[in-house]
């Protein structure tokens, strides 16, 4: 079955603590991106990878990281989380256009 | 850069109505457009797309009209149903999201 999956589906930690959730789909599409999703704010793209080793931030990369060493997987890593970094995040991939999105991660930094 | 938007962030409709969800846009370079729906606690799913060259698209249940002259799009759901309700997004090429509209559905 064709799919992003992310882990942990949920997440709570405290501030400062280095975290990393991982992406990964099945579907060998190149282009992989992750986002923030928050009350009235909408999706907000954090950063974006073209292919292996690409990567480009996106509209609030601020306090986030990513890495793309190989094609199926697209971590997103928070070196020194803050309560701000509190949201909704949503890992997606896509051959063109038309994204396919993961079941989301729900983090709360205390 | 590109800004896409929708007009309204709750809508309400009876069962079995006929469902209008509006965006608009604002980067005339964009050649497709994308709806996505987003049911309570699950990501975004693709719905349908319109290409630039296109003004009207139709799937199961919905099409989605596309006016370029001033660059609006809307999502039209036909009698919409309990499972239908859910946030709508539109997306332009570029991949930027609007904030959603919460389609609402009264039994």
């Known amino acids: 079955e064709a799919q992003v999956t992310q882990n942990p589906r949920y997440l709570i930690t405290v501030t400062g603590k280095k975290l990393t959730v991982t992406c990964s789909q099945n579907?060998?599409?190149?282009?992989m991106s992750w986002y923030r999703q928050d009350p009235g704010l909408g999706l907000r793209q954090i950063y974006y990878?073209?292919?292996?080793?690409?990567?480009d931030k996106g509209d609030v990369p601020e306090g986030y990281k990513v890495s793309r060493k190989e094609k199926r997987n697209f971590p997103l890593i928070l070196e020194s989380p803050s309560p701000n970094q509190t949201s909704l995040y949503f890992c997606?991939?896509?051959?063109?256009?038309?994204?396919?999105f993961g079941p989301g991660t729900r983090l709360t930094v205390l | 850069g590109e800004s896409v938007g929708l007009h309204l962030p709750t809508l309400s409709v009876q069962e079995g109505d006929n469902s209008i969800i509006n965006c608009a846009y604002s980067?005339?370079?964009?050649?497709?457009f994308i709806w996505y729906k987003q049911e309570s606690g699950k990501g975004p799913q693709f719905i349908i797309d319109?290409?630039?060259?296109?003004d009207k698209r139709q799937g199961q249940r919905v099409t989605v009209l596309l006016n370029k002259t001033v660059k609006h799009l809307s999502l039209q759901i036909a009698a919409t149903q309990p499972g239908d309700s859910a946030v709508y997004f539109c997306a332009g090429e570029g991949l930027t999201f609007g904030k959603g509209t919460h389609l609402i559905i009264q039994p």
């Open positions: 980067n005339s370079a964009s050649d497709y």
């Open positions: 579907m060998n599409h190149e282009y």
């Open positions: 997606a991939s896509s051959l063109r256009a038309e994204q396919y």
């Open positions: 990878s073209m292919n292996v080793e690409v990567t």
């Open positions: 319109i290409r630039s060259n296109m």
